[in-house]
């Protein structure tokens, strides 16, 4: 089973996919990781990071290997070095490349071939898997996101630069030529503002449970 998320930043989409993947014993891929893979791999190997033609030819060098839910590049595993805002720019950058789309968007399908899996991102229900057997929609205001993430306290940015940086971020993923951010018209959507990372994880689950029930009905 493909249970497909999408929605802006700052929405919980990681935290909430990684906790449904657990309870419902499903594999959890972060797409973004995979962008942030091959930012990490160009910008190690001092790339050209306005070349087009540098940055294809690096995702075309990256071997990608998911392993009991971690992201491996090129027989390492790279999570952990994935997080800043140097790659977070750079990935922002690199993922609106057509060809770049491609190539991480065939190894994200790679990667979740005969699996049950929970993957979020983007597009992830309108063009890696339109076909997925759920898709969610999360969404949030852009105050409760800003606050999400200053509370958090990954950044070293103010509350204002951070809900001016994720206006910025909305308006790029949404205006990609390939790969836009968009609710896809069969998706569930949840607004997440007010709702606990328990409350919308019960939302996504029974979803989930309700599918395998009709398809054990259909085949009995």
Known sequence: MIVAIDGP????????????????????INSGNFYRAVAFKHLAYNGDPKSEAE????????????????????????EHLLRNK?????????SSIVEVRNIVNEALRSSAKSLDIIMEGRDITTVV?????????FDASVDIRAARR??????DLSLQDL?????????????????ALKRANDAVYIDT????????CDKVVQNILGLKQSKVSGES
């Open 9 to 28: 930043a700052g929405v919980g989409k990681s935290t909430i996919a990684k906790k449904i993947a657990k309870k419902c014993n499903f594999f959890y």
């Open 55 to 78: 940055i294809v030819e690096t995702a075309r060098s990256c071997n990608f290997l998911i392993i009991e839910g971690k992201l491996f590049l090129d027989g390492k595993m790279v």
């Open 86 to 94: 140097e790659i977070d720019m750079a990935s922002s950058k690199f």
């Open 129 to 137: 898997f339109p076909q997925a057997d759920l898709k969610f929609y």
């Open 150 to 155: 200053f509370q958090q306290n990954e950044s």
């Open 163 to 179: 809900k001016e940086e994720i206006i910025k971020r909305d308006y790029n993923d949404r205006n990609k030529k390939f790969g």
């Open 193 to 200: 503002s007010y709702l606990t990372i328990d409350e919308v």
